[in-house]
Every structure is written in C-alpha cells, then in structure tokens.
C-alpha cells in the first residue's frame, strides 16, 4: 500500500501487528480513529502505556494484578489449600465468573509447546513447586484446556509434584450442559461415559 | 466481565471501542500485547497520538497528508484540470494502485447519509465548490461507491456544479475484468449494456 502520509503509515503498521488484524483492517481502524475525538485516541494510546507499563502480578498466583496480591490471594475468605492450575488471566475469569470456586489459582502465563518455543522453564511452574513444598496446598486442580499442549502441560506438572504426595486432580470433561447427544464428538462422549458419577452427585447443583 | 486489573479493564475497554472489536477480542488484543515486548506497546501508542495530533489535510484535496499541500496535488505532472471526487484516502490509494490517473482528487471525508447525521455541510463539498468556481477545472469525476449514498452524493454535488457548465463523468458500472457473465447481479450487467463502449476503445488498454 501507497500511503499519502508517513504518520499514517507507521500507525497502521504498529496497528497491523497485532494478532488478526491485517493491513487493511489496521487502515480501517486507524481512519475511524480519525474521524473521532481526539480524546478517544490519545485515551486508547495513554490506556495501553499504562497498562504495558504500570502492570504487576499477583507474587503468589501470578495473575494480573493492580497490587503486590490479588484481590483473591488477599481474600482470607479463600482456601489457600487448594490451587487451580491455569493458563492465564481469561481463565481465571472465566471460572470466576461460575461463582462455583473458593479457592486461590496459579497462572502458568502459557502451555509448553515446543513448536512456539515455550518450555517448562518459560512457565511459572517452579513456582508453583515451591508453593507446594513450602506446605499448606492439599489439591492441585489441573484447568488447562484439552489440547496437545495443555495435556502435556498438566502431564509434566503432574509428575514434577508427584514427590510432595498432594492430591491432584482435573477438570470433568463431557457433555456440555444443554447440548444434544447426537451431535457430541466421540471422545467427549466416550469420556463421559468412564467417568460417569453417581447420579445423587448430579442432583446438587 | 470482572477484571482483576484496572489498568487491564481500561486497555480492555478503550480498545474494544474500535469498530469490529469486542470485549473478548480486545481481551486477547490486549494480552498479546503484554506477553509481548514493552516497546511494541510504547510504539504502538506513540504512532497512533503523533498521527492524530500531528495530522495535516492537504489544503487543495482534503486527503490526509504530512504537508500543507499533499504530493499527488504538488506535483507539477499531474493534471489540475480533471478532478476525481472520492470518499476518503482508501479510495485514493486504491485508484493510484491502477496507474491509470494523472489527474487530482478531491477527498470529501464521507458520503451524505441522513441516517448516520452526515449532511452536505460536513463534508468538503463547498471547498469543491469553490474550487470549480475560481476556474481552472474542466471535469469533474464521481469515483463514490454505488451505494444509495453514493449516489445521493453524486447527485447532490452534481446539482452543486451544475451552474459552472464543466464536464461531469462517474467511474464505468460494469462487469469485473475476468467475472463469468452468468454470476454477475442483473443490475451491473444490464448497466454495462446499456453503457456499452466501441470495440476499438477496449482494445486500447
């Protein structure tokens, strides 16, 4: 692309390196920009500065964080006993905002993946070891997704804290409540089937 | 959606103000953008105020521009003569990808469109206007997309010029160079008859 100001033309390239947002799609953004307020732009530009600048994380989860603890490792509501192993901070959202877990997280920052080049030692997984050897966490609950590379992630996890003896354990996989069992591909169903419960165990949410 | 950050629901909320992105998408926008290097972020937010506050509109055409006149306008080789009338610099860019015109444009910064607000007043019509009066120019030509906006504004500034008595001409309606006719709507194709040109003509290019 030819463009007719070079002030443009470095925004849409800052804008087009971003991920999914491509030259042309970065062009439409930037000229909507310009269209608007001056306000929104220079709040956008002073809201990322800010952010990439000003941000901390939780020294005992990980997580994204505006202090030196999280709002949830701070809340002596929570059992600090049991740690909930996720990749990052729209997980623990996510689970959140299921209002069905008291207990505190662990933020990998990712999943070993060779092919992006992310080892174990890239991941805050030596932290979490120690957490569990210093005592005080008696469950593990694995929550990465169901990919190669989270199953490898958990795998690895697994067998680094197998010595401190605590209970792990992962996520239910299944059937999505409210989907169709016809339509449900077969090693989902196939896994709700071998670790079906008790049906009593059902009726309590 | 419950942030555990200020400063990520500020980043969060400002980019999701951008048309086309949502909540989530500014989340992951967002995130990537902290796994990332801290400069890209600084650059990112330091290209978007220098272009919104350092902006310059070429005083002839309207198009954006690092100068007080823009290139395509100082250039002595171009024709001041032919005027083409587009919306907004994508369309510029767009017609001189073809290397086809040597003429000037004349940018407008929208389309009239009552539903959205934009009336003639807002757009840079009476800067044509004037343009065509102090003389010089013999054609004006209509290059907007053939929306019904489109053609209101096409017709608007035709009515506008009218009383100057210079040549007006739109871009040729027709089927797309290497378009199978049986795909093509009725309306492109029944105007690319009715506008039919000689023979000899298409073979020039």
């Known amino acids: 692309m030819d463009f007719s100001s070079k002030l443009l033309e470095q925004a849409v390239y800052e804008m087009s390196q971003l991920p999914g947002i491509g030259k042309r799609t970065a062009l439409r953004l930037v000229l909507h920009l310009l269209r608007q307020n001056e306000n929104q732009t220079l709040q956008l530009a002073e809201a990322l500065t800010n952010l990439r600048t000003g941000i901390k994380f ?30 990052d901070v729209r ?34 997984i030596q932290s979490l070891k120690e957490k569990v050897k210093s005592g005080g966490v008696e469950e593990v609950i694995f ?32 059937i999505a409540v409210g989907d169709e069992l016809e339509y ?22």
């Open 91 to 124: 997980d623990v959202m996510a689970i959140e905002n299921t209002s069905q877990y008291r207990g505190h997280y662990h933020v990998l920052g990712g999943k070993i993946s060779p092919l992006d080049g992310v080892g174990p030692q890239d991941l805050t």
């Open 143 to 174: 929550a990465l997704s169901s990919t190669m590379e989270g199953d490898t992630t958990n795998f690895y996890i697994y067998r680094q804290l197998e010595e401190f003896g605590i209970k792990t354990s992962t996520i239910a996989r299944g």
């Open 184 to 205: 449900a591909d077969e090693v989902t169903l196939g896994r709700s089937i071998l670790h079906r419960i008790p049906f009593e165990n059902s009726l309590k949410n």
């Open 58 to 87: 939780c020294k005992n989860c990980h997580n994204i964080s505006d202090t030196e603890l999280c709002e949830i490792c701070a809340n002596p509501n929570r059992e600090a006993s049991i740690v909930c192993v996720v990749e």
